[in-house]
């Protein structure tokens, strides 16, 4: 991960990383400083967390969901797993046992829900039957179990593993269609409101190299591969151009995100608070909802009816991107 022969910024001891956004190497206890200095300064900047939050972390097995679940239990903070088994053919099985050791090898509380057992469908199956790009799918779904399970479980705190990559990737995505709503919401704390729980993102200062960089010090054992339902997905094409924009210009991925968050959405908070529309309470779920029936229950009721579909036949002439 660097040239050999550099040294730690710090100590001078033989560097493991080299991070060009800090002009620096690092030895592998000062990077897990920098990290954790990092993920503080996120959470003290845009107050995060209360000292009595119980968080609940949406982990998939992947490297975000777990750096982010081990940085805030050495931080002190109190935090439970939910994994969601999107029944993803072999990735999801994969995944799952990822997540579950990470757990039990800690003694972790993880809860788990399967969406084949407990709803009746999976991610391919429900994408075909609605028409909907599988992520759509996915996204709806992941949303609404995340915020059902840390509301019927007395979380105050749903964490996310989105980290400095995906912030900006999105925001470059949102702005080049200046989806004005979307940026007045891409925020890495929303607080609760309208039946909904505290959201909160605390790796929005770290770069998934870091986080990958993160795991492998730490020896966290996590999912390499890739949902292989993300292909065609557009913020996998943002990433790339903005990793060809920060190799030209170290550290224009941090400055495009944070500058946007300290300069411009201020500017929209005024448009964010005008969107806020009363929600009514869906007939089924009790969630709350746009409509009578809310998104998540009409995609239950079309997915369960619809014969299951392999991955494989959902994404064939897809792949590659
Ligand atoms: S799991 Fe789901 Fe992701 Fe796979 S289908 Fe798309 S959204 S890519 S984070
Ligand atoms: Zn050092
Ligand atoms: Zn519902």
Known sequence: MTNVGSK????????????????????????????????VKAIDHFGMFEPDDKILVAVSGGKDSLAVWDLLLELGYRADGLYIGLGIGEYSEVSAGYAQRFAAERGLHLIEIKLRDDFGYDIPTAARATRRVPCSACGLTKRHLFDQAAIDGGYTALVTGHNLDDEAAVLLGNTMRWEIGYLARQLPVLPARNGFPKKVKPLVRLTERETAAWCVVRGI??????????????????????????????????????????????????????????????????????????????????????????VELVMRGKGGR
């Open 221 to 310: 054992d996590y999912l390499v591969d890739e949902c292989p339902m993300a292909a065609g997905n557009r913020h996998l094409g943002h990433k790339d151009t903005l990793n060809s924009i920060e190799a030209q210009s170290p550290g224009s991925k941090a400055a495009f995100y944070l500058n946007f968050l300290e300069r411009m959405a201020p500017l929209l908070a005024a448009h964010s608070a005008e969107e806020r529309e009363a929600l009514q309470t869906c007939t089924r779920c009790g969630a709350p909802s746009a409509g009578e029936v809310c998104a998540f229950c009409r995609l239950v009721e079309t997915a369960s009816a619809h014969d299951p579909v392999p």
């Open 8 to 39: 730690c910024r710090v100590c001078k001891a033989p560097a493991i990383i080299d991070l060009p956004r800090h002009n620096a190497n690092f030895c592998a206890d000062h990077f897990l400083e920098l990290c954790r200095r990092q993920v």
